[in-house]
Each structure stands twice: as C-alpha cells, then as structure tokens.
C-alpha cells in the first residue's frame, strides 16, 4: 500500500487524525480539494465569532456614556470587516498546512474519491492505503421552495460585498440566531423566520424563551411557527413568502435551515460503506464504517456536529490505530454554545430530558448584568441547575448572558466528573461575578418528573 492511513478532508477532524497518526509513525496523506481548516475555520465558527465581535464594538460605543464617556457611533465599514477577517482565515489556513507538514504527513491539494475498498482517486492518480479515514464534514442545504435559489446560505455570508438593510433569515438553529444577533448589532433590519414555537430547538425550555426575548430587545422580528412557501424577485428585493399568506420584502434571503454530510459523489458504494437516508456515515462506537478498515468522524457521520467533537474524534481514532492507546469518545455531557447576542452555553441534559427520567430539582436565576445597572441597555442574565433528586446530582447547566460559553467550560468539567449540587454549593464564588451564582443558588425553584417507578 502507499500510505498506513489515508484521510479524505482537510477540516477539523481530518487534520488532527492525519497529524497524530503521522506524529505515531504512520505513513499518512490527506487529501483537501477546498480549504484546509475546513468548516469552522473557513465558513463557521472561527469568521462567524469575528463578526459576532464587530457587532459587540457597537453596542460597547453607545454603552460607554453610562461610564461617562463621550464616544460616537459612527457608520459601519462592512468592507473593512471582511478584509480584516480574510486575513485571520488566510493565516490559519498556513497553519493547518505547517502542522501536517512538520508531523511527516503527505498533502494533496485534491480531490479525492473511492475506486475500491482500499484504492482511491487522488485528483487524478490511482493511491492505495490500508486505512482509509472519511473527514469530508458537511454543507449547508436549502429549502425545497420555489425561487429557493435567489436567496444564500451560510457559506455565502462570509463573502458578502454589502451589508444587507434588509435580511431575511429562514430558521433558528445556531446559525440562524447567530447571524439574527450579527446583522441587527451592525444595523440591519432582521426578521427572523422559523417552524417551531421557539429557536433552538433541543435546547432547554427555559433558555429558548429567554432567547427568544433578548431577539425581540434587539429589534429582530420574529416570525414563530412559520415556513417558508416561495421566494421571489422584484427587481433588487426578494419577497419571501411563508406561513399562512405572510411576506416579508428584504435586500437579502438568508437561508439557515441545516447541513447534510457531504459524501454525495465520494463513491462509498465502491467502497462498501453504507451511508443512511441524508447521505451521512454509519459508524460503530469504534468510528468504523461497514467496511471495517474505513473509518468516519466529524460532521460526515452527522450524530454531534461540534468541531470540538470532531477534533477528538480525530485524535482518538490515530491513538487508537497507531499509538497503542486504544479509546473512544463520549458524546455524554459535551458542553456547546450558541453566539447569539447575548450568548448561551448548555451542558448535559435540559429540564425537560430529566424531567422524562425521573424527580429533578430546578434552580433558576435571572438578574440584570452589573454592567447594564449603568448602560440601562435592557439586557437579561438567565442560569439554571438541573438536579436529580435522588442523588442531587447536577444533571444539567445552562446559561445565557455575557460570558456564557467562557464560564460554561469550566462547569462542564464539574458535570462530566459527576458533581453534586453540594460541592456546588460549597464551592466558594468569585465576587462580583456572574458565574458565582451557580455556587449560590439555594432555594430550589421547582421541581419537575414523574416518581420513579419501581423496578
């Protein structure tokens, strides 16, 4: 064979399998007909998060009088924005090459597609490995509506010339209050159109209302239990049309409604991988495929779409094959956040999952941030403990406020290792901040779930 192990895609998942795995002695290419960094580096997390910090500059401005400064908003230079942000993904870009190349690992700037179970096609040139890893990630899908082409998702955004006036953004999952939050902090007008009551869909009650609240301060529109039906041209504007006979007119269509895996074309048949219905990767807890020399991680087996998750995923399978460290991955308890304005991070279960699995306690705070007793921006903090009863266990955290993600990490550590709602109460707080309110909520707000039934 030409190579050990042989990793189709250049993203978060794929570089870090190639890189450990050639780090352990392994003879590893890797194949990248895109951008390396995939995803999140390019068109996601990392461009997204700048953009969110543009907006914050902002609303920083126009707070700073209640500290007594005289600082003027001026206009916004979109254009600035972008080359400023181009410049950060260019230079990781070279990151993510330098570390392939100083672990030992052979780069293809290409394509590369199954010929047979162990043989691919690397832009043209037949390649043989004994282990093959697929790290293809995913992609942004539309709506199937008519006129569905008129409008842009979200690797478009990052590319934009002009700052919208006017946006119209289809669905409310992290993307879709994300880019809410981005377009209305940077003065655009924003409606927001989605199918269920509330955004964020699978994530806890609470938390969603919250969301839901801090959108309509921000003078986003929302537009609940609605779908869209057809898009439209009229002359420069579109005319989105959803819901029971409803229109909006917007200089821009934004559509955020999911990602799929990106295996079409890749040849799996060839390969004996069997893919489910959305074209996504069907692995075992080994990151095996049908075919057990061919493994699957990150977006592409689409069970926990985090980059985080796809970077260890990555890490342990090289460990696995090649470090004499076999291990797996826990998709238990892992911590995300949303960068909505302002954020929200989550770890373990909501109050209605526990609630399904028995007695929980729920301990609820809201507060104005100390910053907000002086600006008067009309900005709310939420944070919540989920608790078995039985065992007070903390089950679940939940945060929305500034800072969220930040403090959200930390938590997550105290929830993994299986905390009780005593060693947080006994846990001494850091004064005045936000986070030490989950070390001093006493008083249980309610309590929710069924009696256990007995075995």
């Excluded at 010929?115 to 040139?125: A, K």
């Excluded at 790290?135 to 539309?142: D, E, K, L």
């Excluded at 279960?349 to 609820?364: C, N, Q, S």
């Excluded at 104005?368 to 065992?391: E, F, I, N, S, Y």
Aim: aromatic residues 6%.
């Amino acid at each position: 064979m030409d190579f050990d192990l042989f990793v189709i895609g250049g993203g978060s998942a794929g570089v870090r399998c190639a890189r450990i795995a050639a780090g352990h002695g392994a003879r590893v290419g890797i194949a990248e007909d895109r951008f390396w960094g995939g995803t999140c580096v390019n068109v996601g997390c990392v461009p997204k998060k700048l953009l969110v910090q543009a907006g914050e500059y902002g609303a920083w401005a126009e707070d700073a009088a209640g500290f007594g400064w005289d600082i003027r908003k001026g206009p916004h230079d979109w254009a600035k924005l972008i080359a400023a942000k181009d410049r950060e993904i260019t230079r990781l870009n070279g990151i993510y090459r330098r570390l392939l190349d100083s672990a030992g690992a052979t780069i293809f700037d290409a394509r590369a597609t199954f010929l047979d179970p162990h043989t691919l096609d690397v832009g043209g040139t037949p390649v043989t490995a004994e282990r093959i890893v697929i790290a293809v990630g995913g992609h942004p899908v539309r709506p199937d509506i008519p006129g569905a082409e008129h409008g842009i998702v979200s690797d478009d955004a990052f590319t934009l010339q002009d700052r919208p006036e006017r946006v119209a953004i289809v669905g409310s999952g992290y993307v879709g209050v994300e880019f809410a939050g981005i377009f209305a902090a940077l003065g655009s007008g924003v409606d927001l159109i989605y199918r269920q009551p509330l955004p964020l869909r699978g994530f806890d009650h609470l938390l969603r209302e919250a969301l839901a609240d801090a959108l309509t301060d921000q003078g986003v529109t929302l537009h609940a239990g609605c779908a869209p039906t057809r898009l439209d041209l009229d002359g420069e504007t579109r005319v989105l049309s959803f819901g029971e006979d409803h229109a909006v007119r917007a200089d821009l269509v934004f559509f955020a409604t999911g990602r799929q895996a990106a295996t079409a074309g890749l040849g799996l048949e060839r390969a004996g991988a069997a893919t489910a219905a959305t074209g996504a990767v069907v692995v075992d807890e080994h990151l095996r495929t049908t075919r057990h020399h061919i493994y699957a991680i990150g977006d592409a087996t689409d069970r926990l779409n985090l980059t985080p998750v796809a970077t260890a995923e990555g890490h342990a399978l090289a460990d696995s094959l090649f470090g004499h460290m076999p291990r797996t991955i826990s998709l238990r308890n892992v911590a995300t956040a949303v960068f909505s304005t302002p954020p929200l991070a989550t770890v373990g279960l909501t109050e209605e999952h526990a609630a399904a699995r028995g007695p929980a306690d729920i301990y609820v705070a809201r507060f104005t941030p100390m910053r907000h007793t002086l600006t008067g921006r009309l900005r709310k903090t939420l944070l919540k403990l989920v608790v078995d009863q039985a065992t007070q266990t903390v089950l679940g955290a939940h945060m929305l406020g500034d800072d969220a993600p930040e403090i959200m990490q930390g938590l997550a550590i105290a929830v993994a290792m299986g905390a009780t709602k005593a060693d947080f109460d006994r846990t001494i707080g850091i004064h005045p901040t936000a986070a030490e309110e989950f070390v001093t909520l006493r008083t249980r707000t309610r309590t929710v779930g069924l009696p256990r039934q007995a075995a």
